[in-house]
């Protein structure tokens, strides 16, 4: 009886911690909540890809492994995608490569959320995002008085 009793909770745990791993290994890095402008241009897409090639929108968060992204238009799991994220606060584009993993309808036809993992993009926009979204999370934690974010990241490097 009691070994059933344990074999019950560990086997239990178990799919807990897979869950938990998985979840974590989506959400490896720090994400920053920011809404940023991006052009998505879409690479491919396959049968339900939407006729527009160029679209306007913006993120919802962002990190060095992916972005939530707001749109006006579902994008289908799996569609391969260019973005252009204009960084505001840097006044710095960076150009990464994604593929959609999930989507979700806010408003039936006028808003949706898309989430995107980078892929194939280079490291220099890797390395820009990551030092970005440090730099946010530094001038967050440091910066009670409100200081504009250029000036702080200007005497902060």
Known sequence: MQEEKKAKPSGGSKKKSVEKSNGEERRRADRLKE???????????????????VLYNFTKDISVGGARIQTNILLPVNALLKINLALKSLRRNVIAFGKVKWNKIIIDNESYEIGVEFV??????????????????????LNPVGMPFWMFAKFNK
Do not use: F, R
Request: aromatic share 4%; hydrophobic share 20%; proline share 5%.
């Open 35 to 53: 809404d940023n402008e991006i052009t998505i241009t879409i690479v491919s897409g396959g049968k339900n890809t939407p006729q527009e090639k």
């Open 120 to 141: 194939d993009t280079p490291g220099e926009s890797i390395k820009i995002l990551e030092d970005y979204i440090s730099c946010k999370q530094k001038y967050t934690q």
